[in-house]
């Protein structure tokens, strides 16, 4: 199965790409937010995307679709387990970045995921239902991509349950305090260094 690619763009359509990897040309669904990304780019410039591969009995052509980060390939996979959003309608339904979507899951914002394209009342609120705690990492990429920590396994998601479950914070203060912790500290890759950075932050 393909996870990963790093090639030559070859040719930008609407909603795909075709990228030269190893001489092979690969046919690439992108997001539109995804897309909006590599608008600078031009053909004969280097891209590299993380690779959801689809193909089921029901669609047995396989097909691609790129993420810049792992991290925005997670959330997708975490979106698609969403009853009546396949991978497809996902693609379309993600056009804004994947921060903003994952604190409207949390917010419980149900008016904002219906800005999202093709969905209605009744999918964002199943999609609030089924994903609501589960996406609050997600939550903290930064759009402008300072913070890499964040991207590196669940030590977030750990703290976040911690501070709000243990320690009595409210979620969007405990978001705030775990940015505003990665920020200072790009480098943190482990639970405790998180919680030694948050409790700095408050006491400083």
């Given at each position: 199965?393909?996870?990963?690619?790093?090639?030559?763009?070859?040719?930008?359509?609407?909603?795909?790409?075709?990228?030269?990897?190893?001489?092979?040309?690969?046919?690439?669904?992108?997001?539109?937010?995804?897309?909006?990304?590599?608008?600078?780019?031009?053909?004969?410039?280097?891209?590299?995307?993380?690779?959801?591969?689809?193909?089921?009995?029901?669609?047995?052509?396989?097909?691609?679709?790129?993420?810049?980060?792992?991290?925005?390939?997670?959330?997708?996979?975490?979106?698609?387990?969403?009853?009546?959003?396949?991978?497809?309608?996902?693609?379309?339904?993600m056009s804004c970045p994947v921060?903003?979507?994952?604190?409207?899951?949390?917010?419980?914002?149900?008016?904002?995921?219906?800005?999202?394209?093709?969905?209605?009342?009744?999918?964002?609120?199943?999609?609030?239902?089924?994903?609501?705690?589960?996406?609050?990492?997600?939550?903290?990429i930064r759009k402008d991509e300072?913070?890499?920590?964040?991207?590196?396994?669940?030590?977030?998601?750990?703290?976040?349950?911690?501070?709000?479950?243990?320690?009595?914070?409210?979620?969007?203060?405990?978001?705030?305090?775990?940015?505003?912790?990665?920020?200072?500290?790009?480098?943190?890759?482990?639970?405790?260094?998180?919680?030694?950075?948050?409790?700095?932050?408050?006491?400083?």
């Amino acid at each position: 199965m393909i996870g990963y690619l790093e090639g030559v763009l070859l040719k930008k359509e609407d909603d795909r790409i075709l990228l030269l990897a190893n001489q092979v040309g690969y046919e690439v669904l992108l997001p539109s937010v995804i897309m909006g990304t590599i608008e600078s780019k031009d053909v004969g410039d280097e891209i590299s995307l993380y690779i959801y591969y689809h193909q089921t009995e029901r669609q047995p052509k396989p097909v691609l679709i790129g993420f810049n980060l792992e991290a925005e390939k997670e959330f997708f996979q975490h979106f698609i387990s969403v009853e009546a959003i396949g991978p497809l309608k996902a693609v379309k339904a993600m056009s804004c970045p994947v921060c903003d979507i994952a604190r409207a899951i949390e917010t419980k914002d149900a008016g904002e995921l219906q800005r999202l394209n093709g969905i209605g009342k009744r999918t964002a609120q199943k999609i609030i239902a089924t994903l609501e705690g589960k996406v609050n990492k997600f939550a903290l990429i930064r759009k402008d991509e300072k913070i890499k920590a964040v991207y590196t396994g669940d030590f977030v998601d750990k703290v976040f349950n911690v501070l709000v479950t243990q320690l009595g914070h409210k979620s969007t203060d405990a978001r705030q305090l775990i940015e505003d912790a990665l920020e200072q500290n790009s480098s943190i890759s482990t639970p405790e260094a998180l919680f030694d950075e948050v409790y700095k932050g408050q006491t400083g």
